[in-house]
């Protein structure tokens, strides 16, 4: 009964590999992040979806490209991976757009996809 | 631009004594203002939140923080320190009279010594 789920937990992989990250909530929540957090613990929003349509896209090398076939999934896809792309990967996901006004709403984050690029 | 400081890399403090974790940020408008906790490999979990009314907020696990306008600070306190409390700590502000985007401090570890 996990709230937000990603798999794999562990991704280790090679330069110029492609790779794909799943993300599903079962919160009924209609907002999902993807968040990297380097090796410094220093946390950076890459992507936000409201009900499957892209709301925020920070400056991301276009290799990654996020996917949301249903707003409970949020998956991420890499091209040709780098080694600059070692981090942790975080999903999350909220109840209100990020843009509403009125929102008040809270994230809760998946457990995290360690990738390690050799 | 809106951001988020969390000054201390790192704080020890002693079990059973009070702590206190940093936070101080920079908004247009007014800030919706969150704290997560992340344990060693695991994802951020939501402590508490600050939006409008009482300026002392109480979350989980006996954590508490104050909002002061006046100094732009979200601190994180509890008045007793458990070695439990050891974890990662990151402040969050959502600014409302901008973007309304979520943004997060660089974390602050805590470390509670037996």
């Known amino acids: 009964d996990t709230a937000v789920s990603q798999t794999p937990k562990y991704l280790v992989t090679q330069m110029g590999n492609d790779k794909s990250i799943k993300c599903e909530q079962n919160?009924?929540?209609?907002?999902m992040y993807w968040y990297k957090q380097d090796s410094k613990k220093f946390l950076k929003i890459m992507f936000s979806y409201n009900n499957k349509e892209l709301i925020i896209n920070e400056t991301v090398p276009n290799r990654f490209s996020p996917k949301s076939p249903d707003k409970a999934h949020l998956n991420l896809h890499i091209n040709s991976l780098e080694l600059g792309d070692s981090a942790v990967y975080f999903c999350?996901?909220?109840?209100?757009?990020?843009?509403?006004?009125?929102?008040?709403?809270?994230?809760?984050f998946g457990p995290g996809t360690r990738l390690t690029v050799l | 631009a809106q951001s988020v400081a969390q000054p201390e890399d790192q704080v020890n403090v002693a079990e059973g004594n009070p702590l206190t974790v940093k936070c101080t940020y920079s908004?247009?408008?007014?800030?919706?203002l969150f704290w997560y906790v992340q344990y060693p490999n695991r994802g951020l979990q939501f402590l508490l939140k600050y939006i409008t009314g009482d300026n002392l907020v109480k979350g989980s696990y006996g954590f508490e923080a104050e909002f002061n306008k006046s100094q732009t600070s979200f601190h994180l306190k509890k008045p007793s320190a458990l070695v439990s409390d050891s974890a990662l700590y990151f402040c969050?502000?959502?600014?409302?009279?901008?973007?309304?985007?979520?943004?997060f401090g660089t974390g602050t570890r805590l470390k509670v010594l037996a």
């Open positions: 919160l009924g929540h209609d907002t």
């Open positions: 908004v247009s408008g007014n800030p919706y």
């Open positions: 969050a502000v959502r600014d409302m009279g901008g973007t309304y985007k979520y943004i």
């Open positions: 999350a996901s909220s109840h209100l757009t990020p843009l509403a006004t009125s929102s008040t709403d809270t994230q809760y």
